[in-house]
C-alpha cells in the first residue's frame, strides 16, 4: 500500500464550504432567529457578516463558538461519491483551518466521522496556514489558502469567490469529478 | 512578512516527547497509582505499554484518554527557549499527531497557548500522517513520522528510538540549537 500511494497524486480538499455546507447552515440559523429570508445569491462577492444588518452580526458570530453547529452541517451534495470514488486513483486528505475556531475541533472531526467514515482519520488535519500542505492538488473555497499553497490550487465556487481568476474553477462536484476522473 | 517567509526554512516540531515530556508525566501518574518507581531508563528500546505489567496496561491506556492529562504534562527542558529563538531565523510549526487521540485536540491546543503563547495558531497543526507536512525539516521522536516526512527527519532521542540510525539525531534541546543556531 504504502509503495502504492507514493506513485499516487495526492489531493487535498477543504471542509467548509466545499464537503460542508457550511454558509448555507448558518444562513437556515440566521433566516430562522431573525425571521429573515437571506439567500446565498444575496451574498454576491460578500462574506456573511458584511450582507447582514450590523445588528445582528454578533449573533452569527456566536454560531461559529458552538460545537451543535459544527455537528449539524449538511454535507455539500455529490461530494460523498466523489471523494470515495477520488480514494480510488488518489491519495486524499481532508485539510480543514480549523485553528481559527478551536472548539469546532472535535465536533469537525465527529462530522467526517458520520458523514465520510471511509476517510481514515490519518487523511485528516487541522491547521491554520494551508502552505504547510504538501499535496499535488489543494481543491478550497477560500482564495487565500489557495495563494498559498505549493501545488496547484484549484478553487470550488462560493458565493465569496466568484469573481477570482487565477485558479481552475471547479463549480460543484460533478466538476471536480470531471476534473479528476474523466 | 510574507515575503520573508517564503525565503525562511521551514522547520515541524512534534509535540509529544519534543515539546512535552508526555513519557515522562504518564509514568508519574502511573507510579502513583500502582506504587512502583518505573523511569525512562527501565523503557530502553521499547514502548511504555510492553515495558508495564500487562495487569496494569489498560489503565495506563486510559491516561490518553483524559482531556486532564494533556493539560498537565510538563515542558521539555529548554523547548521554550529554543523554539523562540529558531522562530527569528526559521517558519516553524508545531506538528502533531493528534488524530490518534481526537479527545485529545482541545487540551493540546490550550497547552500550547499556555506554554508556547508565541506561536501563533497558525502555525499550529493537528494531523495523522505527517506525510502531509510541507516543510525542510521534520524534528520528531517517532521513526514513522520521519520515515514518510519528505524533507529532512530529524530523530529527537526518546526512550523508543535510541537503535534507529537512519536520521541526524538531536538528544535535547541544546542539541537543536547547536544544529540550527550555530
Not at 449573533?59 to 470514488?85: C, K, L, P
Request: proline fraction near 2%; hydrophobic fraction near 45%; charged fraction near 25%.
Amino acid at each position: 500500500l504504502a509503495a502504492t500511494l507514493e506513485w499516487m497524486q495526492r489531493i487535498a480538499i477543504d471542509m467548509d464550504e466545499v464537503m460542508a455546507d457550511t454558509i448555507q447552515y448558518c444562513l437556515d440559523l440566521y433566516n430562522k432567529q431573525f425571521d429573515r429570508a437571506v439567500t446565498v445569491d444575496h451574498l454576491h462577492g460578500r462574506n456573511l457578516l458584511s450582507a447582514i444588518e450590523t445588528a445582528h452580526r454578533q449573533h452569527v458570530r456566536s454560531y461559529f463558538e458552538s460545537e451543535e453547529f459544527f455537528a449539524n452541517i449538511h454535507v455539500m451534495e455529490g461530494s460523498q461519491d466523489t471523494v470515495r470514488d477520488l480514494m480510488t486513483t488518489y491519495d486524499v486528505f481532508v485539510v480543514s483551518a480549523a485553528m481559527d475556531v478551536p472548539r469546532s475541533f472535535s465536533a469537525k472531526f465527529e462530522w467526517l466521522r458520520q458523514h465520510f467514515p471511509f476517510i481514515p482519520t490519518s487523511h485528516i488535519v487541522f491547521c491554520g496556514d494551508k502552505s504547510i500542505v504538501a499535496a499535488d492538488y489543494l481543491i478550497d473555497d477560500n482564495v487565500r489558502n489557495l495563494a498559498t499553497f505549493g501545488g496547484e490550487g484549484i478553487i470550488f465556487t462560493s458565493h465569496h469567490n466568484i469573481e477570482e481568476t487565477r485558479f481552475r474553477r471547479v463549480n460543484n462536484w460533478d466538476d471536480v469529478r470531471a476534473m479528476f476522473l474523466t
